[in-house]
C-alpha cells in the first residue's frame, strides 16, 4: 500500500480533489492510505511520525505555504515525491527549487492527474526496495541492498550496512515478517541477515561479504543450512 498525503486550505477543493486522486489510483489497481487537512501546520506534524511515499501539496496556504512546507521537507531527513497543486500558474516556476516529482494546475486537473499519477507509481515501485526505520535522529530510508544485518541488542536493533551502524527501536520478529519474503534470514535468535551479503557457510556460523563472521543458531541449524545454500545456488 502506497501512503498518499494532500493538503489544501479550500474545504471544497480537498474533498473534491481527494476523490479525485483516490479514483486515478483505482484505475491502475493501486491501493492507498490518504491521508488530508486543510491545516498545512497539522500536516507538518503528520509527517514527523507517519512519513509518506507521495505528497499532493496545495502552493498558496496561509500561515504556512506550500513552499514553507517543500523546504522543510528539503532540510529534513523525511523523502517523499512531491508534487504541487496550484491554481496560480505563475507559482510553478518559484517552486522549481524544492525539487518537485510534477506539478497539477488546478484548472486542468483532470487532464493532468492521469500522467502524474501513473508516473508517481512507478518511481514508488523503483524505490519499493527500501527499508523506512526511525533514529533519534529522525527517519532514515535505506535500500536493502545494502544492508548486511540487524542485530538485537535489548529492546534495539543495530541495522549493519559496510559504513555504518543505526540504531532503532524495534523487534527482529517485527522486521523478520516485514523482510523475510525479501531475502533476509533469521540465521540465529540474535540475528536477521541479509543473503545477498552471504559468502560462505561453515558448521556453526556464516562468513558475510565483509568478513564478518556470524552464528547459526542450533535450532533448526540444517534447515537454516539448506535455506541459505539454495539461496546461493
Known amino acids: 500500500m502506497i501512503k498518499v498525503a494532500f493538503c489544501d486550505d479550500e474545504t471544497k477543493i480537498l474533498e473534491d480533489l481527494s476523490v479525485k486522486i483516490k479514483k486515478e489510483f483505482e484505475k491502475i489497481n493501486c491501493e492507498i492510505d490518504l491521508y488530508t487537512t486543510e491545516n498545512s501546520i497539522r500536516l507538518l506534524e503528520y509527517l514527523k511520525s507517519c512519513p509518506v511515499d507521495i505528497l499532493f501539496l496545495d502552493i498558496d496556504m496561509p500561515t504556512i505555504s506550500g513552499m514553507d512546507i517543500a523546504e522543510a521537507l528539503l532540510n529534513s531527513k523525511i523523502k517523499t515525491l512531491l508534487v504541487f497543486v496550484t491554481g ?18 488546478k484548472a486542468f486537473f483532470d487532464d493532468e492527474i492521469t500522467g502524474v499519477v501513473k508516473g508517481l507509481v512507478e518511481e514508488v515501485q523503483k524505490s519499493s526496495d527500501t527499508f523506512l526505520f526511525k533514529t533519534n535522529d529522525g527517519f532514515n530510508r535505506i535500500k536493502l541492498k545494502d544492508i548486511l544485518y540487524f542485530e538485537s541488542e535489548s529492546n534495539y536493533l543495530n541495522l549493519h ?12 520478529s517485527a522486521i523478520e515478517k516485514e523482510l523475510s519474503a525479501k531475502g533476509f534470514i533469521r540465521t540465529h535468535k540474535g540475528f536477521l541477515v541479509n543473503q545477498e ?3 560462505s557457510v561453515k558448521s556453526e556460523n556464516i562468513v558475510l561479504s565483509n568478513n564478518v563472521v556470524l552464528p547459526i543458531g542450533r ?13 546461493m545456488r
Open 88 to 105: 496560480q500558474d505563475a507559482l510553478v516556476y518559484k517552486s522549481f527549487k524544492y525539487h518537485p516529482f510534477g506539478f497539477i494546475r
Open 161 to 172: 550496512t559496510a559504513n555504518t551502524v543505526y540504531k532503532f527501536r524495534s523487534t527482529l
Open 197 to 199: 551479503h552471504i559468502f
Open 219 to 231: 535450532t533448526n541449524r540444517d534447515v537454516i543450512k539448506a535455506r541459505i545454500m539454495r539461496y
